[in-house]
C-alpha cells in the first residue's frame, strides 16, 4: 500500500468513527430523532413549455403544442431505408426505439405593431397521440390571449399546421386574425373531389372545416413577397404542393422557420435525401430540403424546426454529404 493510500484510507476511518460516536452520543443523550421524510404527493403533470427570446428588435415566442407520436419504426415512414436500418439509426443517437415521437413548436412573433403566429397546431383531434392539442392552454400561459393574434401564418396545410384555427362548436379561436397560406395548398387540402382518395381524404375533410369557414379572412402569398415587415416568404414545395417557410430579419438579426422542410433530427440530417411518409412529392421535398440545408450552411442562418427537439432552434453543418444539427443554447435570461 502506498503512503497516499494508506492517508486515504485512514482519513475514512476517521471520518466514519466520528460519524458513528456522533450518533451513537446524541442518542446516548436522548435528542429526538432526525425527521421522517415528507411524502409529497407526484404531480404527475408538465409545466407549460414556452421559451421567449430575441429576433433583433422583434421578441419571440416558441409554444409547443405537445409531442406528436408516430408509433413503432416502420421502413414506409422515410422510404429507403429499413426497418432495421431506421431501428438503429434512433438507437445510435439514444432515441426511442418502440415510438418515433417528434416535437410541434410554433411560433409567435410580436413586431412591435403585430402579433403573429406561426402555425396552429393539431387542435382537438388526438389523431397522433393525446398529448398534443396545448397551443392554445400554453398561450395564455405565456400571457399571449388567442383573441390578441392579429395574423396566423400557416406553412402549409396539414392538420398538425392549421387543426387549431377553430374550436369544436365552428367559433375561430383567433377571431382578429388575417390568415396567410399559399393558394396552392388552400386549393389542393379543401379540394372536394380528394375526399374520394383513401390515403388523403380524413386529412382534406379535417382541413375543409378550418379553411373554408375563413375564406373572407385568408391572404394568399407568393415566393419572395414580405407578407408582413421583417417577414419573408419563401416557397419550399414538395411535403405540400404550396409549402412555404418563411425567413424573418430585425436589427441584422434572422431566423430562418422552415416548417416541415425536415422532419427528424437524426433522419432528415444524416440521411437527408430520404423523403417522408406524409410528402405529397418526396423527391421534390428532398431537393428542397437540400437546397434550404446547403443555403442554412453556406449563411451561418439559424433555424426553426417545427418538429425538431424543444423548443427546435439551432443551426446546420456540413458532414460529408450529410449535415450535422446543433442545437441552439437556450437563454435562460433576456
Known sequence: MTKLESTLLSRRHFLMASATAGLTTGLAAGLPPLPALAKAPMRNT???????????GFEATIISDGPLNFGEPK???FPGITQEGLTKALADNFLA???IVVEQNALVLNTGDR???F???LGNTKVFGDKSGRLLATLKSAGIDPKDIDAVVLTHAHPDHCWALMTEKGGRNFPKAQIYIAQADFDFWTDEAKLSIDAIKNFV??????LLPNRDRLIYIKDGQEILPGIQAMAAPGHTVGHTMYMI???????CYVGDVAHHPVVATQTPRLPFLFDTDGNQAVETRLRVFDMLVAQRIPFLAYHFPWPGIGHLAAQGDAYRYFPAPMQMAL
Do not use: M
Open 205 to 210: 375533410a379535417g382541413t375543409r372545416k378550418q
Open 75 to 77: 421502413a414506409d415512414f
Open 97 to 99: 426505439t418502440d415510438n
Open 249 to 255: 430579419a430585425s436589427q441584422g438579426k434572422s431566423l
Open 115 to 117: 402579433l403573429v403566429l
Open 119 to 121: 402555425d396552429t397546431g
Open 46 to 56: 408538465q409545466a407549460p413549455a414556452f421559451y421567449r427570446f430575441k429576433i433583433g
